[in-house]
């Protein structure tokens, strides 16, 4: 899973102009099961494009998390970009975004923090042993 993280990552760079700084923490390759993999891979990917498309940023971090109890799945991408207008409503792109968090019972939450950037915070709960949790 790290690998393909650091792919797209690396793929966005390219449209970005700059490389996003990167964490990554918790036993990531070994408890998130392959098709929440996908969803999170198809997030951090959709979450990259919007920044591309919509944020006129100059920085971006992304973190992807699995807690110290192997019970939580967490993806955060923070730009520092236009931020997001007054107006705004999950659709498009973002729609999806809610939708994979919800089909595994976790959350996503967006916003613009003091009005300036966007922060976009993904999470999925886990079941140990790498199984998904309803």
Do not use: K, Y
């Amino acid at each position: 899973m790290r690998g393909e993280i650091l792919r797209a990552i690396s793929e966005a760079t390219v449209t970005l102009g700059f490389e996003p700084s990167v964490r990554l923490d918790g036993p990531l390759d070994s408890v998130v099961p392959p098709e929440v993999q996908l969803d999170l891979i198809a997030t951090l990917r959709e979450t990259l494009s919007n920044v591309v498309r919509h944020a006129l940023a100059g920085r971006v971090m992304v973190s992807v998390v699995v807690d110290r109890t192997a019970t939580r799945l967490a993806l955060e991408v923070r730009d520092d970009g236009a931020g997001l207008p007054e107006e705004f409503g999950h659709r498009g792109g973002l729609a999806n975004i809610a939708r994979r968090a919800d089909r595994w019972g976790g959350r996503c939450v967006v916003d613009s923090p003091g009005g300036r950037g966007t922060r976009i915070d993904w999470q999925v709960p886990l079941r140990r042993g790498g199984g998904r949790e309803r």
